[in-house]
């Protein structure tokens, strides 16, 4: 199966950047995508950044302008600028093989890499 594995987290101050990187390796297929979640202490997660089939990259609407994301070879990159306190997250890698068109129960997660943005 796909195995994820990310890095890149710490701790920042208002205003400061990050780049988390995603080690992918295991089964891929030609219909497997990736993309970036996020979830913070007791909320939802929320889809981040995606790449898709299509050529089009989606973001959130609370991270456009100020994070990127990118893959070079078996790397996923989601960098991250100007971040800010409600950034604050655990920033998981997600690979789907239905590439965001079947159910969710098919997305592979990784452990997980941890963001804060103090004020």
């Known amino acids: 199966q796909v195995h994820l594995v990310e890095s890149g987290g710490g701790s920042v101050q208002a205003g400061g950047s990050l780049r988390l990187s995603c080690a992918i390796s295991?089964?891929?297929?030609?219909?497997?995508?990736v993309g970036w979640f996020r979830r913070a202490p007791g909320e939802e997660r929320e889809a981040v950044a995606s790449l898709n089939t299509d050529g089009r990259n989606r973001y959130l609407d609370s991270v456009k302008g100020r994070f990127s994301i990118s893959k070079e070879n078996d790397i996923l990159y989601l960098q991250m600028n100007n971040l800010k306190p409600e950034d604050t997250a655990m920033y998981y890698c997600?690979?789907?093989?239905?590439?965001?068109?079947?159910?969710?129960?098919?997305?592979?997660w990784g452990r997980g890499t941890q963001v804060t943005v103090t004020s």
């Open positions: 295991g089964a891929i297929s030609s219909r497997t995508c």
């Open positions: 997600v690979a789907d093989q239905g590439c965001w068109e079947g159910p969710p129960a098919l997305f592979r």
